[in-house]
């Protein structure tokens, strides 16, 4: 599994360098116009990195514990339905997000066949801003698998602190 750790971090690190681009983008764009000019399909690219930057960033978030948890519940109960839980839960998860990673991959699989561009200034091929998608979801979904592998096993690859399981103000 120390792979998939390394391939979830460098996802989020490609995240990170898109949401760095997104500021690149914006501030090539207030140059530009200072210049009275402007950046052809700059709102498209930065719209595109936003994306790639939210399903990229999906994994690693999962596994550092930076999704939003329910945990009040799972404080009040014993660890044995904890434990039951917390499988249902990732089983929920991973059905849901399999089947959204499927969709999204045969969307962006239409718009390769389809050849369908972009419709601004730069027309870009939409198959190749949507792969970041399919990426993301994928990984996503490979993260819940791995949890609940390590769940079966009597081990939590995120294991909630205490804190998380008290109460928090």
């Given at each position: 599994?120390?792979?998939?750790?390394?391939?979830?971090?460098?996802s989020g690190y490609l995240?990170?360098?898109?949401?760095?681009?997104?500021?690149?983008?914006?501030?090539?764009?207030?140059?530009?116009?200072?210049?009275?000019?402007?950046?052809?399909?700059?709102?498209?690219?930065?719209?595109?990195?936003?994306?790639?930057?939210?399903?990229?960033?999906?994994?690693?978030?999962?596994?550092?514990?930076?999704?939003?948890?329910?945990?009040?519940?799972?404080?009040?109960?014993?660890?044995?339905?904890?434990?039951?839980?917390?499988?249902?839960a990732t089983l929920i998860?991973?059905?849901?997000?399999?089947?959204?990673?499927?969709?999204?991959?045969?969307?962006?699989?239409?718009?390769?066949?389809?050849?369908?561009?972009?419709?601004?200034?730069?027309?870009?091929?939409?198959?190749?801003?949507?792969?970041?998608?399919?990426?993301?979801?994928?990984?996503?979904?490979?993260?819940?698998?791995?949890?609940?592998?390590?769940?079966?096993?009597?081990?939590?690859?995120?294991?909630?602190?205490?804190?998380?399981?008290?109460?928090?103000?």
């Amino acid at each position: 599994m120390a792979i998939t750790q390394f391939i979830y971090k460098l996802s989020g690190y490609l995240s990170a360098a898109f949401l760095a681009g997104i500021g690149a983008i914006i501030l090539a764009q207030i140059v530009a116009r200072m210049f009275s000019t402007q950046i052809p399909s700059a709102d498209d690219f930065a719209a595109w990195s936003m994306a790639a930057a939210v399903f990229l960033a999906l994994p690693q978030t999962f596994l550092t514990g930076g999704h939003i948890r329910v945990t009040l519940l799972f404080g009040a109960v014993p660890d044995g339905l904890r434990k039951l839980m917390d499988v249902v839960a990732t089983l929920i998860a991973i059905a849901v997000m399999a089947w959204a990673a499927w969709y999204v991959a045969e969307y962006t699989y239409e718009s390769y066949t389809y050849d369908d561009v972009s419709q601004g200034i730069i027309a870009v091929p939409l198959w190749f801003p949507q792969l970041s998608m399919v990426l993301g979801m994928g990984l996503m979904v490979l993260a819940l698998t791995e949890r609940l592998i390590s769940l079966a096993r009597g081990h939590d690859i995120m294991k909630p602190s205490d804190e998380d399981l008290v109460g928090q103000e």
